[in-house]
């Protein structure tokens, strides 16, 4: 199965800063990652998929890019109710399978 | 908008079988299109696909379950269920039921866009 890491463990920022979350794939998996958004008592939330589409309703400071191993969510301008985990997918080989996750905290 | 809420017993001893299902509304499970999953978050580890099932019947299991997971479905409920058999402290986790689009062919995209909320199934003795 294809392991996913994610760096760093946890980020913490300032509101109006750039978030950069990084998540490597163990083989390529052209551009079938997914990014998901989940805070405490809550089930994960769909954020990108495809590596870069965003899902329905999401704002446009989330954007994912990167293709092959290396995949990037850029949180631009953070605000307080992006403090989360978020976590990566990789939807193209079975099993699916999702990476430990990126703590975003707010300072 | 759909909705999945999994239920269950939340508490299940060792060497016993693990039993949820998840009803969904404002959809049809039998109108197809669309793959029901479950998936996990043991605690302090990530989240784990479990399997799906399509409408017809059809599954796909994650090879480090298969041989202890089967999952059903039930149209005229509109439910799909989970059975974990042999469970130890390690099936301890949040279930959680999801829907994902069918792709092309017989399989999902998994990519999952509707989840329920987290259901804490804990085994103990």
């Known amino acids: 199965e294809t392991v996913m890491t994610q760096f760093p463990a946890t980020l913490s920022l300032f509101p109006g800063e750039r978030a950069t979350l990084s998540c490597r794939a163990s083989?390529?998996?052209?551009?079938?990652l997914a990014w998901y958004q989940q805070k405490p008592g809550q089930p994960p939330r769909l954020l990108i998929y495809g590596a870069s589409t965003r899902a329905s309703g999401v704002p446009a400071r989330f954007r994912g890019s990167g293709s092959g191993t290396e995949f990037t969510l850029t949180i631009s301008r953070l605000q307080s109710e992006d403090a989360a985990f978020y976590y990566c997918?990789?939807?193209?080989?079975?099993?699916?399978?999702f990476g430990q996750g990126t703590e975003v905290e707010i300072k | 908008q759909v909705q999945l809420q999994a239920s269950g017993p939340r508490l299940v001893k060792p060497s016993q079988t693990l039993s949820l299902t998840c009803t969904v509304s404002?959809?049809?499970?039998?109108?197809?299109?669309?793959?029901w999953s479950w998936v996990r978050q043991r605690p302090g580890k990530g989240l784990e696909w479990i399997g799906n099932i399509y409408h017809s019947g059809n599954t796909h299991y994650n090879p480090s379950l298969r041989s202890r997971v089967t999952i059903s479905v039930d149209t005229s409920k509109n439910q799909f269920s989970l059975s974990v058999t042999s469970v130890t402290a390690a099936d301890t986790a949040l279930y959680y039921c999801?829907?994902?689009?069918?792709?092309?062919?017989?399989?999902?995209?998994?990519?999952?866009?509707?989840w329920s909320p987290g259901t804490l199934v804990t085994v103990s003795s």
């Open positions: 404002s959809d049809s499970i039998s109108s197809g299109g669309f793959y």
């Open positions: 997918q990789q939807h193209g080989d079975k099993p699916p399978t």
């Open positions: 083989q390529g998996i052209t551009s079938n």
């Open positions: 999801a829907r994902s689009n069918a792709a092309a062919g017989t399989d999902s995209d998994y990519v999952f866009r509707h």
